[in-house]
Nanobody, 123 residues
Framework: QVQLVESGGGSVQSGGSLRLSCAAS????????AGWFRQAPGKEREGVAR???????RYADSVKGRATISRDNAKNTLSLQMNNLKPEDTAMYYC?????????????????WGQGTQVTVSS
């Protein structure tokens, strides 16, 4: 059984930083493509970043230069460092695994999801 548990969200002012973490069981991030997604109120869930087993990264245009996705193989955790946060980054952030192919920033391509961690950025 796959379980993903996110942490690290919070409330910050514009320009601040947060580091989100996702702890996994039942899936090995070192051999599985995984990603971070977000969903703001009234909006569709969207891809933020993804990391391949070979550590290739891909980012949404909206976060390029401000986000870094990484993993710790020993702890089997996936992280997302977000810098220079903006009010438009306010959303619930989710970790996802179980990629089935296709567009790796498309939420529908992932089978396993965490419960999310809230990020709120005030101006």
């Amino acid at each position: 059984q796959v379980q993903l548990v996110e942490s690290g969200g919070g409330s910050v002012q514009s320009g601040g930083s947060l580091r989100l973490s996702c702890a996994a069981s039942g899936v090995d991030f070192s051999t599985s493509l995984a990603g971070w997604f977000r969903q703001a109120p009234g909006k569709e869930r969207e891809g933020v970043a993804r990391l391949t087993p070979g550590r290739d990264t891909r980012y949404a245009d909206s976060v390029k230069g401000r986000a870094t996705i990484s993993r710790d193989n020993a702890k089997n955790t996936l992280s997302l460092q977000m810098n220079n946060l903006k009010p438009e980054d306010t959303a619930m952030y989710y970790c996802a695994a179980g990629f089935s192919g296709g567009d790796s920033l498309e939420p529908s391509r992932y089978r396993y999801w965490g419960q999310g961690t809230q990020v709120t950025v005030s101006s």
